[in-house]
């Protein structure tokens, strides 16, 4: 069963730059899109980015377009999202996940499957 690991979360200040990487064991999603999706607290869980298989589309949620990249590695069964220009209203639990087979571009969480365990980007001053 695949299983998906989020890292590089921390508390940073307001204007600076965050990376993120999801790992992937146990399974690949060469054939999957993927995606970042994140949860503050009292709010539903929202879309931030998505991928499509083979990196040939990416879509972004408008209030990250612009400041937030994501990108895969299918050959090290990576994903990452690279966050720049960080606001406080970004602060929230971030997760990876792999779309559900045959889903495509789609920004609704019940189209993916194995979400991680989560990473918290805080962003104070």
């Known amino acids: 069963q695949l299983q998906l690991e989020e890292s590089g979360g921390g508390l940073v200040q307001p204007g600076t730059s965050l990376k993120l990487s999801c790992s992937a064991s146990g399974g690949t999603f060469r054939l999957n899109d993927m995606g970042w999706f994140r949860q503050a607290p009292g709010k539903e869980r929202e879309f931030v980015a998505g991928?499509?298989?083979?990196?040939?589309?990416?879509i972004y949620a408008d209030s990250v377009k612009g400041r937030f990249t994501i990108a895969r590695d299918d050959d090290k069964n990576t994903l990452s999202i690279q966050m720049n220009r960080l606001k406080p209203e970004d602060t929230a639990v971030y997760y990876c996940?792999?779309?559900?087979?045959?889903?495509?571009?789609?920004?609704?969480?019940?189209?993916?499957?194995?979400w991680g365990q989560g990473t918290q980007v805080t962003v104070s001053s």
């Open positions: 996940t792999r779309s559900r087979p045959g889903v495509r571009l789609s920004t609704l969480a019940g189209d993916f499957e194995h």
């Open positions: 991928i499509s298989w083979q990196s040939t589309t990416t």
